[in-house]
Every structure is written in structure tokens, then in C-alpha cells.
């Protein structure tokens, strides 16, 4: 009987690390790349959550006939803050007594609660929208404004959203060269409006 002998080929030692050098460039070229990624995914699915509850605020305004409030959310309770932070989350509420600055009264319906944001974004807004805005029963926004949304303070990582004055909301996008921009075209400048 003849002897058969199975030899796997392998790999030298040369050739490995070859290997080796080749996947440690692909690393480096394809992580920054990916990282980038999943932080527009980041900061796109945060600022979405926020424009829904905009536009859940301002259609429940109009169904039901009454001002309906978002407002910044106190840190330790379901109530409004008076901070112009939003880090905390932001309630959705029927603001029935039209109180501003707004504050959920018994008998007031809350719609929505969310819950903090994690601690590496600020959502920071200014003037008559620092701490909520209002919809009146015809889906106007009582005062436009805008609110910034900024992962680690970096203005290169962020996104505006606008209310207009007809109570539309626009989210700004990042421009081609990673900066971020109003809808107008400006260039965000700063997380803190």
C-alpha cells in the first residue's frame, strides 16, 4: 500500500506580517470613517426624537383646540424647568390655563415625558424659547426660536432645529466640508445659542 502524506500550507512568517501591515492601514483608514458615522446616526436620531415631539405638540394643539407646551424637564420631577438646559428630557403637556413661564397644573394632560439625554450632548436653547415652546390651537408657534443640539460641545458635531413663527420645524444638516449650518445658510457658531 502506498503512503499518502496530507501537508497544509501555511503561512511564513514574512508573509503574516505583510498581513498584518495591510489590515493595521485598512484599521486606520476605515475607523475614523466609521466613528464619523455613528456619530450623524447619533446626533440624527436624538434630534429626530426632539422634532417629533415638536410636531406631536403642535398637532395635538390644533386637534384639540388648546395651547400645548414642550418644556425643558426638571431634573428631579415630571415638571417644567426653569433652566434653559434640555439635557434633562422634555415634557409634552396640555397647557390648558395657558400659563407662561408654563407650569403643569392638576387637570392639565401630559402627553409625553423623556427621559435625560446621555451626558455627552447639550440641547441648549435662548430668549423666549429657553425653556419650552408653545403651540396655539392654530399650530402657530406662540414665539419662533431654535435649539441646538452638540455631542461633547463640539459645534462640529451638532444640529439646530428652528421653529418658525407658523410653528414649522427644520433641522439644519452638516454641510459637505462636517460644518454645521442653519437652515439660512449660517455656520453654528456656538452650543449655547
Not at 511564513?12 to 466613528?35: F, Q
Not at 426638571?74 to 434633562?88: G, I, L, M, R, Y
Not at 407658523?166 to 454645521?180: H, K, T
Amino acid at each position: 500500500m502506498k503512503e499518502i502524506s496530507i501537508t497544509a500550507p501555511g503561512f511564513t512568517l514574512i508573509e503574516l506580517m505583510v498581513l498584518l501591515a495591510v489590515v493595521s492601514i485598512l484599521m486606520l483608514i476605515g475607523v475614523p470613517g466609521m466613528e464619523s458615522l455613528y456619530t450623524r446616526n447619533e446626533l440624527s436620531a436624538a434630534i429626530n426624537t426632539y422634532s417629533a415631539d415638536h410636531r406631536l405638540a403642535r398637532s395635538e394643539a390644533v386637534s384639540r383646540g388648546r395651547q400645548v407646551t414642550l418644556c425643558a424637564r426638571n431634573a428631579t420631577d415630571v415638571a417644567c424647568s426653569t433652566e434653559t438646559d434640555w439635557e434633562d428630557g422634555w415634557i409634552v403637556f396640555v397647557n390648558i390655563d395657558r400659563d407662561s413661564p408654563p407650569v403643569i397644573d392638576a387637570g392639565e394632560p401630559v402627553l409625553k415625558v423623556i427621559q435625560p439625554l446621555h451626558a455627552k450632548f447639550s440641547l441648549r436653547s435662548s430668549g423666549d424659547t429657553a425653556t419650552h415652546f408653545t403651540y396655539l390651537p392654530t399650530g402657530d408657534a406662540r414665539y419662533p426660536g431654535s435649539i441646538i443640539l452638540c455631542k461633547h460641545g463640539k459645534t462640529s458635531q451638532s444640529r439646530l432645529l428652528e421653529v418658525s413663527v407658523i410653528g414649522r420645524v427644520n433641522i439644519a444638516e452638516l454641510s459637505a466640508n462636517d460644518i454645521s449650518m442653519t437652515a439660512d445658510g449660517n455656520e453654528i457658531e456656538s452650543c449655547n445659542p
